[in-house]
Protein backbone atom coordinates (compact mmCIF):
# COMPACT_ATOMS: atom_id res chain seq x y z
CA UNK A 1 0.00 0.00 0.00
CA UNK A 2 0.80 3.42 -0.74
CA UNK A 3 0.51 6.35 1.22
CA UNK A 4 0.05 10.17 -0.09
CA UNK A 5 -0.17 13.02 2.40
CA UNK A 6 -2.74 15.40 0.89
CA UNK A 7 -1.93 18.39 2.28
CA UNK A 8 -4.40 20.97 0.85
CA UNK A 9 -2.46 23.79 1.09
CA UNK A 10 -4.79 26.88 0.99
CA UNK A 11 -4.42 30.04 -1.79
CA UNK A 12 -5.21 33.01 -1.76
CA UNK A 13 -6.97 35.52 -4.73
CA UNK A 14 -9.44 38.15 -4.14
CA UNK A 15 -10.67 35.44 -1.57
CA UNK A 16 -9.44 31.83 0.12
CA UNK A 17 -9.46 28.85 -0.90
CA UNK A 18 -8.52 26.29 1.24
CA UNK A 19 -9.29 22.59 0.30
CA UNK A 20 -9.59 19.62 3.54
CA UNK A 21 -6.26 17.94 4.08
CA UNK A 22 -6.35 14.19 3.86
CA UNK A 23 -4.45 10.84 3.30
CA UNK A 24 -4.85 8.03 0.60
CA UNK A 25 -4.49 4.43 0.62
CA UNK A 26 -3.29 3.41 -3.06
CA UNK A 27 -3.60 -0.55 -3.49
CA UNK A 28 -2.87 -2.98 -6.19
CA UNK A 29 -0.12 -1.13 -7.82
CA UNK A 30 1.17 -4.11 -9.06
CA UNK A 31 -1.45 -5.29 -11.27
CA UNK A 32 -1.44 -6.04 -14.87
CA UNK A 33 -3.98 -2.93 -15.43
CA UNK A 34 -3.77 0.49 -14.36
CA UNK A 35 -7.30 -0.09 -13.83
CA UNK A 36 -6.61 -1.90 -11.01
CA UNK A 37 -5.15 0.06 -8.56
CA UNK A 38 -7.66 1.34 -5.73
CA UNK A 39 -7.54 4.64 -4.17
CA UNK A 40 -8.83 5.11 -0.36
CA UNK A 41 -9.01 8.40 0.98
CA UNK A 42 -9.20 8.85 4.57
CA UNK A 43 -11.17 11.75 5.71
CA UNK A 44 -9.64 14.03 8.53
CA UNK A 45 -13.36 15.38 9.58
CA UNK A 46 -13.72 12.82 12.70
CA UNK A 47 -10.91 14.13 14.53
CA UNK A 48 -13.24 17.02 15.82
CA UNK A 49 -14.15 19.97 15.55
CA UNK A 50 -12.24 23.79 16.19
CA UNK A 51 -13.11 23.56 20.36
CA UNK A 52 -12.06 19.56 20.01
CA UNK A 53 -8.78 20.11 18.97
CA UNK A 54 -7.92 23.60 20.48
CA UNK A 55 -8.72 21.43 23.57
CA UNK A 56 -6.36 18.55 23.06
CA UNK A 57 -3.60 21.24 22.13
CA UNK A 58 -3.56 20.92 18.44
CA UNK A 59 -2.68 24.21 16.78
CA UNK A 60 -5.31 25.70 14.09
CA UNK A 61 -3.46 28.74 12.24
CA UNK A 62 -7.41 29.57 11.25
CA UNK A 63 -10.57 28.57 13.11
CA UNK A 64 -13.46 29.56 12.25
CA UNK A 65 -13.95 32.54 15.12
CA UNK A 66 -10.61 33.92 14.11
CA UNK A 67 -11.67 34.18 9.88
CA UNK A 68 -14.19 36.45 11.85
CA UNK A 69 -12.10 38.40 13.76
CA UNK A 70 -9.59 38.99 11.08
CA UNK A 71 -12.11 39.67 8.25
CA UNK A 72 -14.92 41.46 10.08
CA UNK A 73 -12.74 43.41 13.22
CA UNK A 74 -9.16 43.61 12.66
CA UNK A 75 -9.47 46.67 10.89
CA UNK A 76 -7.23 45.21 7.52
CA UNK A 77 -8.27 45.67 3.89
CA UNK A 78 -7.47 42.87 2.06
CA UNK A 79 -8.94 39.52 3.72
CA UNK A 80 -11.98 37.64 2.28
CA UNK A 81 -12.88 34.79 4.11
CA UNK A 82 -16.17 34.83 3.05
CA UNK A 83 -16.14 31.58 0.55
CA UNK A 84 -14.56 29.30 3.35
CA UNK A 85 -16.71 30.86 6.50
CA UNK A 86 -19.57 30.02 4.22
CA UNK A 87 -19.19 26.29 4.31
CA UNK A 88 -16.55 25.85 6.98
CA UNK A 89 -14.85 22.66 8.24
CA UNK A 90 -12.00 22.16 10.67
CA UNK A 91 -10.45 19.60 8.20
CA UNK A 92 -9.38 22.56 6.05
CA UNK A 93 -7.39 23.49 9.01
CA UNK A 94 -5.21 20.29 9.28
CA UNK A 95 -2.36 19.97 6.72
CA UNK A 96 -0.81 16.28 6.41
CA UNK A 97 2.64 17.25 5.30
CA UNK A 98 4.86 13.65 5.77
CA UNK A 99 4.02 10.33 6.89
CA UNK A 100 6.09 7.08 8.04
CA UNK A 101 4.50 3.20 8.37
CA UNK A 102 5.34 1.82 11.74
CA UNK A 103 7.41 -1.32 12.03
CA UNK A 104 5.05 -4.02 11.57
CA UNK A 105 3.26 -2.09 9.01
CA UNK A 106 -0.41 -1.91 10.67
CA UNK A 107 0.02 1.85 11.62
CA UNK A 108 0.48 4.58 9.64
CA UNK A 109 2.27 7.97 11.24
CA UNK A 110 1.14 11.50 9.53
CA UNK A 111 2.69 14.72 10.32
CA UNK A 112 0.77 17.71 10.66
CA UNK A 113 3.32 20.87 10.52
CA UNK A 114 1.19 23.61 10.34
CA UNK A 115 -0.80 21.78 13.06
CA UNK A 116 1.67 21.00 15.75
CA UNK A 117 0.01 17.68 15.69
CA UNK A 118 0.47 13.89 14.48
CA UNK A 119 -1.98 11.38 13.40
CA UNK A 120 -1.99 7.54 13.63
CA UNK A 121 -3.63 5.73 11.97
CA UNK A 122 -4.30 1.88 12.56
CA UNK A 123 -4.85 -0.77 11.08
CA UNK A 124 -6.51 -4.21 11.46
CA UNK A 125 -4.03 -7.50 10.21
CA UNK A 126 -6.27 -7.34 7.01
CA UNK A 127 -5.55 -4.00 6.18
CA UNK A 128 -8.99 -2.53 7.21
CA UNK A 129 -8.85 0.89 8.96
CA UNK A 130 -9.75 0.27 12.30
CA UNK A 131 -9.18 3.78 14.38
CA UNK A 132 -7.97 7.59 13.52
CA UNK A 133 -6.30 9.48 16.66
CA UNK A 134 -4.78 13.20 16.75
CA UNK A 135 -1.59 13.96 19.18
CA UNK A 136 -0.29 17.30 19.99
CA UNK A 137 3.39 17.99 19.87
CA UNK A 138 3.52 20.03 22.91
CA UNK A 139 5.33 23.73 23.54
CA UNK A 140 8.74 23.86 24.16
CA UNK A 141 9.28 26.15 27.21
CA UNK A 142 12.02 28.95 27.47
CA UNK A 143 11.50 29.41 30.97
CA UNK A 144 13.40 28.79 33.97
CA UNK A 145 11.10 25.44 34.60
CA UNK A 146 11.21 24.60 31.06
CA UNK A 147 14.39 22.05 31.18
CA UNK A 148 16.43 23.90 28.24
CA UNK A 149 19.43 26.04 28.42
CA UNK A 150 17.97 28.61 27.39
CA UNK A 151 17.23 30.61 23.67
CA UNK A 152 19.49 33.33 22.35
CA UNK A 153 16.93 36.76 21.45
CA UNK A 154 19.44 39.40 21.23
CA UNK A 155 20.33 40.83 17.82
CA UNK A 156 24.45 41.59 18.78
CA UNK A 157 27.78 40.02 17.43
CA UNK A 158 27.49 37.79 20.47
CA UNK A 159 25.46 34.34 21.28
CA UNK A 160 24.41 34.21 24.65
CA UNK A 161 21.87 31.99 25.66
CA UNK A 162 18.93 33.05 28.17
CA UNK A 163 15.40 31.75 29.86
CA UNK A 164 11.92 33.88 29.25
CA UNK A 165 9.15 33.18 31.37
CA UNK A 166 5.88 32.93 29.59
CA UNK A 167 7.80 32.88 25.97
CA UNK A 168 7.05 29.30 24.08
CA UNK A 169 7.58 27.32 20.59
CA UNK A 170 5.27 25.56 18.55
CA UNK A 171 7.36 22.54 17.20
CA UNK A 172 6.01 22.56 14.08
CA UNK A 173 8.17 19.81 12.30
CA UNK A 174 8.54 19.60 8.70
CA UNK A 175 10.09 16.29 8.22
CA UNK A 176 9.57 12.76 10.53
CA UNK A 177 11.12 9.50 10.48
CA UNK A 178 9.85 6.64 11.82
CA UNK A 179 12.11 3.53 13.51
CA UNK A 180 11.49 0.41 15.51
CA UNK A 181 13.78 -0.21 18.68
CA UNK A 182 13.06 -3.51 20.03
CA UNK A 183 9.66 -3.68 18.91
CA UNK A 184 8.45 -0.57 20.00
CA UNK A 185 7.70 2.74 17.51
CA UNK A 186 9.44 5.76 17.82
CA UNK A 187 8.90 8.74 15.66
CA UNK A 188 11.74 10.97 15.26
CA UNK A 189 10.97 15.04 14.12
CA UNK A 190 12.81 17.87 12.85
CA UNK A 191 11.49 20.96 14.07
CA UNK A 192 11.32 23.62 11.33
CA UNK A 193 8.39 25.75 12.20
CA UNK A 194 6.31 27.30 9.87
CA UNK A 195 3.19 29.81 9.27
CA UNK A 196 0.21 30.97 7.30
CA UNK A 197 -0.45 34.04 5.22
CA UNK A 198 -3.09 34.78 2.96
CA UNK A 199 -3.86 38.41 1.64
CA UNK A 200 -3.19 40.90 4.40
CA UNK A 201 -3.61 38.25 7.27
CA UNK A 202 -0.10 37.20 8.72
CA UNK A 203 -0.16 34.26 11.22
CA UNK A 204 3.25 35.45 11.93
CA UNK A 205 4.12 38.96 13.17
CA UNK A 206 6.50 40.92 14.79
CA UNK A 207 6.41 41.08 18.44
CA UNK A 208 7.17 45.10 18.27
CA UNK A 209 3.66 44.96 16.16
CA UNK A 210 1.33 43.32 18.47
CA UNK A 211 2.82 44.78 21.78
CA UNK A 212 4.46 48.30 21.85
CA UNK A 213 7.26 49.02 24.33
CA UNK A 214 4.53 49.59 27.16
CA UNK A 215 2.90 46.64 26.50
CA UNK A 216 -0.24 48.36 24.46
CA UNK A 217 -1.79 46.09 22.03
CA UNK A 218 -1.35 47.18 18.37
CA UNK A 219 -3.98 45.29 17.02
CA UNK A 220 -7.27 46.39 16.61
CA UNK A 221 -10.02 44.89 18.78
CA UNK A 222 -7.35 42.79 20.63
CA UNK A 223 -6.89 43.24 24.52
CA UNK A 224 -3.88 40.95 25.98
CA UNK A 225 -3.53 38.95 29.26
CA UNK A 226 -2.12 40.80 32.12
CA UNK A 227 0.74 37.59 32.27
CA UNK A 228 1.70 38.34 28.60
CA UNK A 229 1.94 42.14 29.02
CA UNK A 230 4.50 41.36 32.28
CA UNK A 231 6.84 38.32 30.26
CA UNK A 232 6.97 40.84 27.11
CA UNK A 233 8.28 43.85 29.21
CA UNK A 234 10.34 41.95 30.88
CA UNK A 235 11.73 40.10 27.62
CA UNK A 236 12.70 43.65 26.31
CA UNK A 237 14.20 44.44 29.83
CA UNK A 238 16.07 42.14 29.71
CA UNK A 239 17.80 43.32 25.80
CA UNK A 240 15.57 40.38 23.61
CA UNK A 241 14.77 41.66 20.13
CA UNK A 242 11.34 43.28 19.90
CA UNK A 243 10.82 41.89 16.26
CA UNK A 244 11.10 38.78 17.09
CA UNK A 245 8.44 37.01 15.50
CA UNK A 246 5.57 35.78 17.47
CA UNK A 247 1.70 33.17 16.12
CA UNK A 248 -1.19 34.63 16.53
CA UNK A 249 -2.88 31.05 15.75
CA UNK A 250 -4.97 29.19 18.42
CA UNK A 251 -2.31 28.42 20.47
CA UNK A 252 -1.33 32.01 21.17
CA UNK A 253 -4.39 34.03 20.82
CA UNK A 254 -8.00 32.66 22.24
CA UNK A 255 -10.43 33.70 19.77
CA UNK A 256 -13.72 32.22 21.08
CA UNK A 257 -15.22 36.13 21.16
CA UNK A 258 -14.58 37.21 17.71
CA UNK A 259 -14.79 40.84 18.65
CA UNK A 260 -12.37 40.69 21.30
CA UNK A 261 -9.46 38.08 20.75
CA UNK A 262 -7.26 37.62 24.06
CA UNK A 263 -3.28 37.43 23.31
CA UNK A 264 -2.85 34.68 26.15
CA UNK A 265 0.74 33.43 25.53
CA UNK A 266 3.79 34.59 23.65
CA UNK A 267 4.35 31.53 21.06
CA UNK A 268 6.97 31.86 18.49
CA UNK A 269 6.96 28.87 15.68
CA UNK A 270 9.75 25.87 15.59
CA UNK A 271 11.21 25.18 18.32
CA UNK A 272 15.12 24.76 17.00
CA UNK A 273 15.79 21.14 17.12
CA UNK A 274 14.72 17.95 16.96
CA UNK A 275 13.05 15.82 19.05
CA UNK A 276 11.99 11.68 19.82
CA UNK A 277 8.47 10.50 20.41
CA UNK A 278 7.34 6.77 21.56
CA UNK A 279 4.53 5.64 20.02
CA UNK A 280 2.28 3.99 22.96
CA UNK A 281 -1.14 2.42 21.82
CA UNK A 282 -3.46 5.33 23.58
CA UNK A 283 -1.23 8.37 22.83
CA UNK A 284 2.17 10.10 21.28
CA UNK A 285 4.01 10.79 23.96
CA UNK A 286 7.74 12.76 24.05
CA UNK A 287 10.86 10.54 25.17
CA UNK A 288 13.58 12.94 24.22
CA UNK A 289 14.31 16.31 23.07
CA UNK A 290 16.91 18.31 21.88
CA UNK A 291 16.92 20.71 24.29
CA UNK A 292 18.96 23.79 24.02
CA UNK A 293 21.65 21.57 22.13
CA UNK A 294 21.27 23.45 18.16
CA UNK A 295 21.61 27.21 19.69
CA UNK A 296 24.58 25.96 21.83
CA UNK A 297 26.32 24.40 18.83
CA UNK A 298 25.48 26.92 16.30
CA UNK A 299 26.37 30.00 18.35
CA UNK A 300 29.76 28.50 19.21
CA UNK A 301 30.15 27.43 15.38
CA UNK A 302 28.93 30.58 13.58
CA UNK A 303 28.10 33.46 16.59
CA UNK A 304 27.95 35.98 13.47
CA UNK A 305 25.23 34.32 11.81
CA UNK A 306 22.97 33.24 14.83
CA UNK A 307 19.11 34.21 14.22
CA UNK A 308 20.04 35.01 10.78
CA UNK A 309 17.75 34.76 7.60
CA UNK A 310 19.28 32.91 4.57
CA UNK A 311 16.20 31.05 2.73
CA UNK A 312 14.77 30.75 -0.53
CA UNK A 313 12.09 33.57 0.70
CA UNK A 314 14.83 36.69 2.21
CA UNK A 315 17.72 35.47 0.42
CA UNK A 316 19.39 38.19 -1.82
CA UNK A 317 19.15 36.99 -5.49
CA UNK A 318 22.72 38.20 -6.30
CA UNK A 319 24.23 37.80 -2.69
CA UNK A 320 27.29 34.87 -2.19
CA UNK A 321 25.25 32.56 0.10
CA UNK A 322 22.99 32.20 -3.06
CA UNK A 323 25.05 31.78 -5.47
CA UNK A 324 27.67 29.38 -3.68
CA UNK A 325 26.04 26.10 -5.38
CA UNK A 326 27.35 27.40 -8.70
Avoid at 102 to 123: M, P
Avoid at 207 to 214: A, I
Avoid at 278 to 301: V, Y
Wanted: hydrophobic fraction near 35%; charge should be negative; glycine fraction near 10%.
Amino acid sequence: VLAVANEGDGSYEAGLRDPEGSVDLISNLHGESPTQVEVHRVSLRDLGDDEDLIKKGVHLPLPLNAMVYWQDFSGLADVNFTEVRTDYRTAINLEPKNLGWSGDGRKLFVNLQNNNALVTIRFSKHGRRISTRIDALGLKDWSPRGGTEGIDLVQDDDCKLAKYNGFFSLRHADSIKVVNVDGRDFVLTANEGDDKGYGDFEELQKEDEVLDGKGRVLLQNMVATRSVVRNHLRKLARGAEPDTRIGLGSTAVDYSVPGRPVLNRLVSHGARGISIYRADRRALKLAWDSGSDFEREQCAAFPWAHNGLQDASFAPVDGVLYNASG
